[in-house]
């Protein structure tokens, strides 16, 4: 049974003729995972948005598994699917689906049985998209987030800060939360403590009602933030906490209590590929503490909101960023007085 209940809409299975021979890079791509992101059905004022994820298993030339697709305005109602398809050696996913084995729906609605195509891509993430029909309804098309093709051998020990901040950006052009199990990819170096999801703390509740915590060691331009000393000296950790209603993520709270020097996060990470914009606070802040809330944007991203903190005294500084998907809960902020 699919676990993921926080996608949507319809989802699709595939039983497609098997190729006879896979070309020799075929055999280096495997398809095996949870593949996360959102249903588009319609066009123009007609375009309608579901959440929609694939939790696949694919052996050979063949890929089978299940689908679950939700109603984002209405998350209760959902469908899911058992599917299987083929993986050509085009790159090309091939699915339909087969049965729907639970669901959950209006009286007079219906899911729509799918079928399509879906092209492999390869980047930064890996990807899935391309289009789908099903008869009587409105095509539409798919775009799918898969999972990081790493063993637990080859699982790094740290990660870029700049890195982890792009993983909790939703692609350009989407309006979906981010699903509970982002940074949970095998051979992600996230250790999670939490066991599913849980009732947030007193402190994180105006964050979300649920939560999820780990840990990670990060580095700014391959050099560890900071050091702790323990029978010898470690590097230092940041807890990440997810913050969000039972059907997805909202916001992250990245946050070291140790006390280190360390030179303001975003004055270290303004790259190419990452940009702060002060949006709130900054009038406020001192160096030796406050608050900036700042737009964060990244190419094929879509732009977050940012709550800078710090706090500084004669034993180094601890440090918060907390990550808001929506510009609403950005503005709920409060500005520090120091």
């Known amino acids: 049974m699919f676990s993921y209940r926080y996608l949507i809409l319809a989802v699709f299975v595939l039983s497609c003729p098997s190729i006879a021979a896979a070309q020799d890079d075929m055999q280096e791509v495997n398809l095996t995972g949870v593949w996360d992101g959102y249903l588009v059905q319609g066009t123009g004022s007609d375009l309608f948005l579901f959440r929609y994820a694939m939790s ?3 052996v050979g030339d063949s890929v089978s598994g299940s689908a679950l697709i939700q109603d984002r305005n209405a998350p209760e109602l959902f469908a ?13 996913l091939r699915f339909r689906e087969l049965t729907i084995t639970e669901q ?24 899935l998209k391309g289009d789908w029909t099903a008869p009587g309804c409105v095509p539409g098309q798919i775009n799918l987030v898969g999972p990081i093709p790493q063993t637990e051998s080859e699982q790094p020990n740290s990660l870029e800060m700049v890195d982890l901040l ?10 979906y939360l981010l699903p509970w199990h982002i940074g949970a990819e095998p051979g992600s170096p996230i250790d999670w ?32 933030t900071h050091h702790v000393l323990r029978e010898s000296l470690v590097p230092g950790t940041w807890d990440i906490y997810l913050f969000g209603p039972r059907i997805g993520v909202t916001s992250v709270s990245i946050r070291s209590d140790l006390s280190h020097e360390l030179v303001r996060p975003s004055s270290s990470l303004l790259t ?11 009038e406020s802040a001192r160096a030796t503490g406050g608050n900036i809330v700042s ?44």
Request: a negative charge; glycine letters at 10%.
């Open 295 to 338: 737009r964060m944007e990244a190419p094929n991203k879509r732009p977050v909101w940012v709550e800078e903190w710090w706090s500084c005294g004669s034993g180094g500084c601890s440090y918060t960023l907390n990550l808001f998907l929506y510009q609403e809960d950005a503005n709920g902020v409060e500005c520090a007085e120091w």
């Open 104 to 127: 959950n729906l209006l009286p007079d609605r219906y899911w729509c049985v799918k079928s399509g195509e879906l092209r492999y891509s390869e980047g930064p993430v890996r990807g």
């Open 56 to 58: 696949l298993v694919h």
């Open 166 to 175: 792009k993983l909790f950006m939703p692609s350009a052009g989407t309006d």
């Open 193 to 224: 403590h939490t066991s599913g999801i849980e009732n947030s703390p007193s402190w994180g509740a105006y964050l979300g009602s649920y939560h999820r915590r780990g840990e990670v060691v990060l580095t700014i331009n391959g050099d560890v």
């Open 272 to 282: 190419t590929s990452l940009s702060f914009l002060e949006y709130r606070c900054s």
């Open 80 to 92: 899911e699917f058992a599917i299987d398809g083929d993986f050509t050696d085009e790159h090309i």
